[in-house]
Every structure is written in C-alpha cells, then in structure tokens.
C-alpha cells in the first residue's frame, strides 16, 4: 500500500529517514502491438477520478545518485527494471506539492524511461496505459481526433472571453500555434504546450488543484487525468521522445531484437501519432541505413512470411544524427 506524501507514491509500511522536497518520477514508455503504452500506479487518497499516476518516490540519503533512487523506486512500486533511461525536466511550481506537503516548495526531477512491456500479476496497483487514453487529442492515426470537436468549441469560448482585446488575441494566436485553429499547422512536438493551454483555461481537472474531480464528461472530451501533475509530466515527455526519434534512433529501444518493416512503422506511427504512407518510410528507413535483414521470416500469421530486420548499431557511427525525419500523411480537417 502507498500514501501521498509531498506529491509522492510512499509505502505505508514504515517511514522513510528523512525525506528531502526533491522527489523523483518516471515516465516509462512501450510500444506493445502498435500501441504506446506508460506504466502507472494506483496512488490512493486523490480526488474522484485522479488515483492514477507514474511510478515516484522523495530522493532520500541512501540513493546516491539520482537516477539510482529513480530505478529504486520504480522497481520497488512496479517491479519493472530499466534500460535506457535520461533526464527530462524538473518540475518546479509552487503550488505542485500535494496537499500534506508541509509548505514545502517541492521539486521533482522526471525522468524517460523505453522498455519492452512487463506485467506482473504481484502487484495490481502498477498498469499499463495507452498513453492516448490521458492525451486523446495527440492521436491522429486515424484522422482528426473527434475529441477536438469539443475542446476547440471550449477554447474559443475561453479566448473570446478576455475582456481586454490584447488578450484574447493572444489567446487566438496561441491558439493556432497549439491545436491549429484559425488555420495554424499542428506540430505534433508541441504535446506540453496543447496540456498546458487546457490548463490555463480551466478545462481538465487538475485545474482545479488537487481536489478536482473527474467526470466521465470530462475524460469522454479531454482524457482520463492523473495526480499531481502527473499529466503534465506525460505530456513533457511525449513531446520529448516526438521530437527524438527524427533525430535520434531511440525507438529501436522498444523493438525486439529483431522485427518486421511493418512492426517498426506501427511503432513509429504510434509513438508521433501520425499515419505514415507505408513506401515512403520504408524508403527513409533504407536510406538512412538504420536497419539490416536477417535470415529469419515471420511464421505462423495469415499472409506472406515477411523478413526479419535487426537496428544497425554501426549507424550511430556513420551518421551525426540518424532518426525518422518523417513526412506524415495528410491530415484530415
């Protein structure tokens, strides 16, 4: 069992010698069956609707690095070990600190984490998620999300509301950088950015603070919250990992050892939410050499066998910056 404490999944079993105001959080990411899956835990005692949230715990004396306690904890809370993992960003606001918090101005230090999926029957408060069940809107696979319907009729209303008429053009112009309205172009990296303007205008739960409820109205129009800032968390990290793999070959981190073209292109589609035209990827892919066939075939699945491909590691040598500079099909508007 787990208690909040200073915005933190805590164990109940017994107290932790001296708990510092830095805490630590994981954003760990799968790509399981074409699908972008984040690890979550049950954090009892939020609001209705907001018991979920990523594997975290206070930095305290015995972690002698950062990432070490980081990989403590999740492994304690999900039993879940880590590969490749790298800083985020450190979460600072003021009013972030859960409600027993003492006053402290707390600080979280997040972390990205790729993994290949595990689930452990132990231990049913760890999940995974697709990670569009929290940011609906960021999934454009099969067109224009509907749930944009609703939230771009909410945020016009929030940016015609400004009194002052610097202000609501600055909300309309912020508008169009974020989720395209009026005519902007929508940049798939700004994920954080789209979080953060909900927020501002009050339409998802954790504007509320930590006693925000969550409706089924809400999580049918713009997803399913988390406690804390959780989401904003998620939000920071997809963006992060959207802007990588174009330039960074970070996504054979969630691939087995070997797969096939179309695993790798289900797997990218699903990580920048976007339809790719299927012989223009295969066409980067040859290109930029990240990849070399193997004697393998797929069996046993309807269809022709395909072949098995393996990441080319020797590509992180030969090219500055190797990755999927991708061109997404067309959007639907």
Partial sequence: MTR??????????????????????AVIVAATDGEPRALTVRVPGQATGRETGLPAGPLVPEHPTLERGLRAWVERQTQQRLGYVEQLYTFGDRDRQGDDSAGLHSLSVAYL????????????????HNWYAFLPWEDWRAGRPETLDGIEAKLLAWAAGALDSKIRRRREDRLGLTFGIGGGAWNEERVLERYELLFEAGLIPEAQGQA?????????TTGRPMTFDHRRVLATAIGRLRGKIKYRPVVFELMPPTFTLFQLQRTVEALSGANLHKQNFRRLVAQQGLVEETDEVTSGAAGRPARLVRFRREVLLER????FRLTPSRRSS
């Fill in 320 to 323: 500055p910056a190797p990755g």
């Fill in 212 to 220: 925000g409820e969550a409706h089924a109205t809400d999580i049918a």
């Fill in 113 to 128: 984490a790729l993994v290949r999926e595990m689930r452990s029957a132990s231990l049913p408060d760890a999940s995974w």
């Fill in 4 to 25: 909040a404490q200073d915005g933190f999944a805590v164990e109940a079993t017994g107290a932790l010698p001296n708990p510092s105001a830095v805490g630590l959080v």
